[in-house]
């Protein structure tokens, strides 16, 4: 099956390429914003961006935002953020935010609103909402296999699968891929997502989770945990747990 989407990064690359980039002279000052300032923002359309470790990111995050690790900014962001919203940053202790903008900047991403003053900590003392994900490591994921009817997601990209393998019964559709096909995802059966080692299987979590899915695990470790737990893999395609 081919898919044709285009992520708004894409787009936005062709564009430079005919007109170039816009000049960048400095970095913009970024904002720390209060909880309730961050709310209204994010009322009002704004992108939350998470670029916590998955392991902080499942313990407890801001409703409706999305995990990008700091490092995966580059290669993920454009994949997923729109140009049109203003971007909002989410980081436990504020650190090197100007690398982060960085990021944004190069990829064309200007609207950088501000990030969120006291990260999580300030979110929680001022009473806000928090929303958690679940995480399971691959010894948890294999027993339940045998008991569960989980829906199995594997969002490595393919060249990984097919050179290392897969778990078997799992379902294949790449991380970036994914908001484009999400209708291809049951949403009666718990969702079970993994990659290579759990940063883009949380990427694609806290996309399930913020398009209504009631129960996402990302399982940690991923791919890599499962192979050096011993568990089966498969190299071959083999048959899918559901067909859509």
Known sequence: REHHYMPPYFRMMEKYNKEGPALLHHLPA???????????????????????????????HVPGSLSIWR?????????????????????DFNLDLCETTGYFIRMGYDRIAGYLAGGLIAWAKAGMKLEQLESWPVHTLHKALENERLFLLDVRD???????????????????????????IPKEHPIAVYCDAGYKGSIAAGILKNSGFSRVINVIGGYSAWKNAGFPVEKQPGPERFKS
Do not use: C, K
Not at 46 to 55: L, M, W
Not at 72 to 82: D, K, M, N, R
């Open 30 to 60: 970024l904002r720390a914003l209060s909880p309730s300032e961050v709310m209204e923002m994010a009322s009002s359309g704004a992108q939350i961006v998470d670029i916590r470790a998955p392991g902080s990111y499942a313990g407890g």
């Open 71 to 91: 490092d995966g900014i580059p290669a993920f962001a454009g994949w997923f953020l729109s140009y049109d919203h203003p971007i909002i940053i989410i980081d």
């Open 158 to 184: 393919q060249g990984n699968r097919t050179r290392y393998g897969h778990i078997l019964g799992s379902r294949h559709i790449y991380v970036g891929e994914l908001p484009h096909r999400i209708a291809e």
